[in-house]
């Protein structure tokens, strides 16, 4: 896994990395020259703080549990008595199957195109009354594709 934040460069997460070094550094040198009952004080509200947080957790916890179980996609029309679990597979394809279908209708109007292509250019040789070495011509294919009068 990557740890960069986005944006950030190698060269300014060490930076960041050093100022961070020398800010925990100061701070604990100077926690150090604080009184005992200040620093009991700190250590006190540092324990409540995790009290607090474990206590927030554990109440959210359940209820997050409690919201995705009942988190359920429903519509007008569609059945509530845990059927819908059908109808999102069938939506969930639909778009598929319709890109499936538009695809295979692409490739047909384009072979009958190529057909038809052909068999004008079949009719236009067998109606016309050309020598047989016009068909060995080089310019005989752009002949072909030239409109007729």
């Excluded at 620093?39 to 474990?54: D, G, K, S, Y």
């Excluded at 890109?99 to 292509?117: E, F, T, Y």
Aim: hydrophobic share 45%; charged share 20%.
């Amino acid at each position: 896994m990557n740890s960069q934040r986005p944006g950030a460069t190698p060269n300014t997460e060490a930076l960041e990395a050093r100022f961070a070094l020398r800010a925990t550094a100061h701070l604990t040198a100077r926690a150090e020259a604080l009184p005992q009952d200040i620093t009991e004080r700190l250590r006190v509200a540092r324990e409540q703080a995790i009290q607090r947080a474990r206590a927030v957790r554990t109440e959210v916890a359940p209820q997050v549990a409690a919201s995705r179980a009942g988190a359920t996609l429903t519509w007008p029309g569609a059945p509530s008595d845990g059927g819908s679990g059908w109808w999102l597979k069938l939506g969930a394809l639909l778009p598929l199957v319709a890109l499936v279908a538009g695809l295979m209708l692409i490739q047909d109007w384009h072979g009958s195109n190529q057909v038809s292509a052909a068999a004008e250019i079949d009719a236009s040789l067998l109606s016309d009354d050309l020598p047989p070495s016009a068909y060995s011509d080089p310019g005989f294919v752009e002949f072909l594709k030239s409109p007729q009068d």
